[in-house]
């Protein structure tokens, strides 16, 4: 099904086809910075999710573009977790971002439970 997804992606111009490993430095650099940052808002925690997601979009050979990258995040991230937590993780980003709306502490909880999920993912592809 994810195969499926992400040719649909691709043909759309939201992926590129990638094995540059320049890539690959350029996101652990910048989820490295983002780890090391104190304190972690929600907002620095959700970027590192994107990171995530973006690492493993790379092992499965592809790269974003700069079209609907969060589209492309709301898709893998439906692979690991329900829409609705998705969706919910992504609304609370707005929230936060834009409204300067506190997350919900679910939604706080859902984003920890989806990054690890993917991690773990990661982790068993080493």
Not at 10 to 25: A, C, M, N, R
Not at 51 to 65: A, D, K, N, P
Not at 73 to 94: L, N, P, T
Request: net charge neutral; glycine share 4%; with cysteine.
């Amino acid at each position: 099904m994810i195969d499926k997804t992400l040719d649909k992606l691709l043909t759309e111009g939201s992926l590129v086809k990638s094995q540059e490993i320049e890539f690959l430095e350029k996101e652990l650099q910048s989820l490295n910075k983002l780890q090391e940052k104190q304190p972690k808002t929600y907002l620095t925690n959700y970027d590192i999710l994107f990171r995530y997601v973006s690492i493993w979009l790379f092992g499965q050979g592809y790269v974003l573009t700069n079209l609907k990258p969060h589209k492309v995040f709301q898709k893998v991230c439906g692979y690991f977790s329900d829409s609705q937590v998705v969706d919910e993780i992504i609304a609370c980003r707005h929230s936060f971002k834009y409204d300067k709306q506190a997350p919900t502490e679910q939604a706080e909880t859902n984003l920890a439970l989806l990054t690890q999920k993917i991690k773990n993912s990661l982790d068993k592809n080493e």
